[in-house]
Nanobody
């Protein structure tokens, strides 16, 4: 079992930055992948970024490439999503989720709201 808790969401102006954290507890393995997803009102959930829990591989959606950075904070057993140059279209609830190696993100946090508004 894996438990995930997100934090760091909030309100930011366009062009600003936010740092989301996903703290993982339970049976995490370096073979797992941790992904970030978001869902805006009335839209489908979309993939944002992911990393292998050992930190050696990362993936990004084209819409955030060059603006968002995903990394691991080893000291806190957490994954960080650094979001820079935020746009209105980044407004959504952001979730972290874990793939234990079966290609499915079976574990998910409760989400944190990110609102980009002037």
């Amino acid at each position: 079992q894996v438990q995930l808790v997100e934090s760091g969401g909030g309100l930011v102006q366009p062009g600003g930055s936010l740092r989301l954290s996903c703290t993982a507890s339970g049976r995490m393995s370096d073979d797992y992948a941790l992904g970030w997803f978001r869902q805006a009102p009335g839209k489908e959930r979309e993939f944002v970024a992911a990393l292998k829990w050992n930190g050696e591989l990362t993936w990004y959606a084209d819409s955030v490439k060059g603006r968002f950075t995903v990394s691991r904070d080893n000291d806190k057993s957490a994954a960080i999503l650094q979001m820079d140059s935020l746009k209105f279209t980044d407004t959504a609830i952001y979730y972290c989720a874990v793939d234990t190696g079966n290609g499915q993100y079976d574990y998910r946090g409760q989400g944190t709201q990110v609102t980009v508004s002037s």
